[in-house]
Structure formats: C-alpha cells, structure tokens
C-alpha cells in the first residue's frame, strides 16, 4: 500500500516541475504493464505531448534474449527537429537497486530548466520520470530512453541532440552473465558518456566486470578503434571516506587515479584489467557522492522530495549534473573519429542488436564457470597427453607393425589409463560438469586411436600393395574371362572384359603416377577407395568361399605309411 501511495503522489504531482516552456511530463508508473500497453501510451504521447520512459531494447527473460524496438526508436531520433543533429547519449549503468534511474530523474530536471542555479527543484515537489522505487527488487527491464530528445546549444553556437538512457541493472537474480554483459556492452557502444554506478568504493570484482563487458563490446565492433569508447565516468555512491577523498570530482580524480594506477608490483593479473580499462576510453573521470540519508534509505513513502535528502548529497547533486550535461560539457557521440547523428545511431543500434542476437560472438561465463571449464580442459589435454605418448611408444613413427588386434588391445589399456588420469585430477564444476569432459576426452581418444590404425596399417607393405594387387587381379580376371568367351564366341561379353581391363590399366597407371608424383592426390584416393571396396566386398568373400569348402587339410598330401622291411621281421622273428 505505501509503495503505491507514493506511485499515486507522482500521477498527481506530474505536472508541477516539466510545465516550463510547454514541455509535458508523464512518470511510467506501471512497468509490469509497460510492454503490453507500449503501442497506447505511444499514441497518448503523439496526441498529448507528454514525454515519458520509451522502451527501446526489451528483455525475454524466458529465453535470455533481447530485441530492439525500432518503430519506437525510430519514433525519438527520426523527429525532423532532431535527426541530423549531432547527438550526446548520456546512459547510465550499473549494479542494480543502486538508484540509477534516481539519478537520472534529477537529469531529467536539469534538462528540462537548462538553469544551472534553480534547476534542482522545491522542497516539495515529488521526483518523477523514470520509473524508481526503494526495496531490494529490480524496477528497469531492458533499456529505456527518455521520450523527448532535447535539443541544447553549445558555447560554439551549434546545437546537438541529447538522448538520456536508463538501463537494466546487472547481477539481478533472474539475469545471466550473458544478460548483464550484453546491456552494459550495448549502452556503453552507443553512448558518449557512461556513467558507471557503483556503491561505496571501487572494488576489484567492479573492475574485472568493467573489464569483461567492455571486452564483449569490443568484440561486436566492425573495427577495433585505438580507443573503441569515449567517456566512463565512474559514480561513486554513499561515499564514506570524504577525510581521504573528499566529494565531489577533484576528490574522486585522485581516488581513481590511485585506483587505476599500475604498479611494477602489482600482480600481472591486475595490471591487465587496469591496461585494458585505459585502452578502452578517451576519457575516465570519477565522481564521490555521499549518502542521500537514512529517510532516502528507510522510508517506504519516501517520493524524491527534496525535504527528505541530505543537504550534503544535495549541494554535491547541484555539482555532479551540471559536470555531465551543462552546454559547455556535453560530449557528442563519435564513432571511428567521425562525429553521428541521430539518424547515424539508429543504424548503429540496428547493426549491434543483430550482432548480440546472432551466434558469432562467445558467450561470456561467470567467473566459477569460466574457471571451471578451464580446470576441466586441462586435464582432458593433460590425459590426452599421456595417451598420445604411450601410443607413439606402441606404434610411433618409428616403430614397426603391430597387429590390429594387439593394438586394439593396447589401445583399450591406454585409454582406461587416460581416462583414470582425468579422473584423478581435481577439478571445479562438479560430478555432472565434469561428465561431459569425460566424455569429450573419450571421443578425442577414439579419434586418436583411429589415426594411429590407419598409421600402423600404412606400414604393413600388403595393406599398401592392396591397390594394385586388386587392379591386378581385375586385370588378370577380365583377360581370362575374355580368352574364353572369344573363343566359344561370344564377343560382346569378350569386347567389354577388354574395356574393363583397360580401365584397370589405366587406373593402376593413374595411382602410380600420383603415388610418385604426390599431384592429384584427390584422384589417388578414389581409386584407393574403389580398389579397397572391390577387395573387401569381392575378393576377401571369393578368398573365404573357396577356403570353407576346400579344407585346408585336403591341400596337404597325408603322410605314406612305412612298410616294416624284411630285416626288421627277421629281428622280431
């Protein structure tokens, strides 16, 4: 009831801040019903004028996937007033239930009076605009952006466009780290200042996500750019340490300075996320901003009054915002060097959101499933290793023939052997995880003990004489059948034995040439193909037809019986 108290406070007060200059203004106070009633509010929008949160990228949370809205995004930047502008696309990232879109309603404020001394608001007034609330659960799905594209001249006399985006925040129980990767990568590309939300301090686990997500954006780029990113600006919230550093963006320049530097000392590890951080962006600034105060945090009715916030946190607002969005700081979206308009982002927005939807790029992993794959194919390597070494000891390069069926024999010992290595390895992931390793390093070996077969075979000087012992046989066949059949007359079976004897000459001429040549190596293996296939279904079922009925016995003349001679009877006698 008090969470919706508060949402019927902002229906009521939604008009008493953006009236200014004819500007509407109307708070998404339904977002569980956002995507089903998108198309209406679109057309409240068109007929009424309010500006309000557009969802531009929606999240399935179903299949882990997520689709651009382009009629609605085409709707923002395709405005006559704004399309061939420059534009400056400030998006907000981060953690989630960190109060980003808390923020960027302050944002909306500053734009919407363009007064860097009266922007902040009343005392009373409620903050509307992008959907907020306290409580531990997520309120932004997706990516959304602010309806009205603001049109702001710089000190130069050019005017730009500004586009303002709030996005889902990361690590939520219901988003992977695919989701997560995914957003902060797609706001970060299409943005000119990304404001990195974080709470308390710059931990190292913030710095190797910053490091993943903007790995993962470079990665969808088309050209990787010296420096693919432009402005990051980290925001550190409820800053509790103003007596080392104190608020504001001079304190946070030397904490992140500080922060970010590389040290000969520093593990090799560390060194690299603090490299890759530098080599991803033009710019890095950081901002402390301290705690808004225990009603911000505690009171379930809490609105955004300014009566309820800290006045420290509120001097050190009336700082941060004007450090983003004040003419003179606007930084323009630039991609490849070039400066884009906002007809420019809307392809660029298409072209990325194919990427991400298509299968070319890695999924990014967890770190504990990362690791654990990693442990896992080491010791598959490991034991295929061990197998492989053992086997050239049985049958290597330089080893003689072995029998198929004493290297079968020694094929199946190895592989048990290999198998228990793997087993013996301690490993991450669990029993289940694991299993598929295993039967990942059994199929390798499989494959293995095949190519070692048909080395072993390529040394036995038969197995290699097969080819022309079969053309010869063909030959030798073909000749007698056609002696006979011309001599009792029958000249068309004779015609085409010498046909086939010919194509059996020229074949064996064709398969010695390549064997000496080693050119049209694709030719010799047909005809290694064929003659094997006439050896194996032919020749090989006549051999064992003619040995069952004539019994090799039958082949050896028994042994004479000796006859006693004279002498020996005379002897017994």
């Given at each position: 009831m008090a969470a919706e108290e508060s949402r019927l406070k902002q229906r009521n007060h939604?008009?008493?801040?953006?009236?200014?200059?004819?500007?509407g203004f109307k708070s998404d106070t339904s977002p569980m019903r956002r995507e089903e009633e998108e198309e209406d509010d679109l057309l409240e929008e068109e007929e009424v004028g309010v500006?309000?949160?557009?969802?531009?990228?929606?999240a399935d949370e179903e299949e882990h996937s997520f689709s651009l809205q382009e009629e609605a995004l085409e709707r923002l930047l395709l405005q006559e007033e704004v399309q061939d502008l420059n534009v400056v696309v400030v998006s907000v990232a981060g953690a989630f239930r960190k109060g980003k879109s808390f923020l960027l309603?302050?944002?909306?404020?500053?734009?919407?009076?363009?007064?860097?001394?009266?922007?902040?608001?009343?005392?009373?007034?409620?903050l509307i605009g992008f959907?907020?609330?306290?409580?531990?659960?997520?309120?932004?799905?997706?990516?959304l952006a602010w309806s009205e594209v603001f049109v702001v001249e710089k000190p130069d006399g050019c005017k730009v466009a500004v586009l303002l985006i709030d996005t889902q925040g990361a690590f939520d129980s219901q988003s992977t780290i695919k989701d997560c990767a995914t957003l902060f990568a797609l706001s970060t590309m299409t943005s000119s200042v990304q404001v990195y939300n974080l709470s308390q301090n710059v931990q190292e686990d913030d710095l190797q996500h910053l490091q993943l997500f903007t790995e993962y954006g470079r990665l969808a780029m088309e050209e990787v750019y010296e420096k693919p990113f432009q402005t990051l600006m980290f925001l550190i919230r409820d800053w509790s340490y103003p007596y080392e550093h104190p608020y504001g963006l001079e304190g946070g320049q030397s904490f992140l300075e500080k922060r970010l530097q590389v040290k000969q000392n520093q593990h090799e590890e560390l060194q690299n996320v603090r490299k890759h951080i530098h080599s991803c962006f033009s710019n890095i600034g950081c901002f402390l901003l301290p705690h808004p105060g225990l009603k911000v945090a505690t009171n379930p009715h809490f609105d955004g009054r300014l009566r309820d916030i800290d006045e420290e946190f509120k001097k050190e607002l009336v700082n941060l915002v004007p450090t983003l969005l004040s003419p003179e700081n606007l930084v323009e979206k630039e991609i490849g060097g070039v400066k884009i308009t906002c007809r420019d982002l809307l392809h660029y927005f298409k072209a990325y959101m194919k990427i991400y939807q298509g299968e070319e790029l890695p999924h990014p992993k967890s770190m504990l499933?990362?690791?654990?794959e990693a442990n896992n194919l080491a010791a598959v390597a490991g034991a295929k290793d061990a197998y492989n070494k053992s086997m050239e000891q049985v049958c290597g390069g330089d080893k003689p023939y072995i029998s198929p069926a004493e290297l079968e024999r020694r094929h199946v010992d190895l592989r048990q052997a290999s198998v228990r290595h793997f087993r013996s390895v301690k490993k991450m992931g669990g029993e289940d995880f694991c299993r598929r390793y295993q039967e990942q390093l059994e199929a390798e070996l499989d494959e293995a003990y095949a190519n070692f077969s048909k080395h072993n075979d390529g040394k036995n000087i038969f197995y290699a004489a097969r080819t022309p012992a079969t053309l010869f046989a063909v030959m030798f066949i073909m000749y007698v059948v056609s002696l006979v059949t011309g001599f009792v007359g029958i000249n068309s079976v004779a015609t085409l034995c010498n046909l086939v004897m010919g194509v059996a000459l020229t074949a064996l001429c064709i398969w010695a040439y390549v064997k000496y040549s080693g050119e049209f190596r694709e030719v010799g293996g047909v005809i290694d193909q064929v003659a094997e296939t006439l050896w194996e279904q032919v020749f090989s079922k006549l051999f064992e037809v003619a040995r069952s009925r004539v019994p090799l016995g039958s082949l050896i003349p028994a042994p004479r019986p000796r006859l006693a001679s004279n002498n020996n009877v005379k002897k017994k006698n």
């Open positions: 939604k008009n008493s801040i953006f009236k200014e200059g004819g500007h500006a309000r949160p557009v969802q531009i990228v929606v309603d302050f944002m909306l404020r500053f734009m919407y009076k363009q007064s860097p001394g009266s922007w902040v608001g009343g005392e009373e007034e409620p959907t907020w609330r306290g409580g531990c659960e997520r309120e932004t799905t997706g990516i499933q990362a690791t654990a």
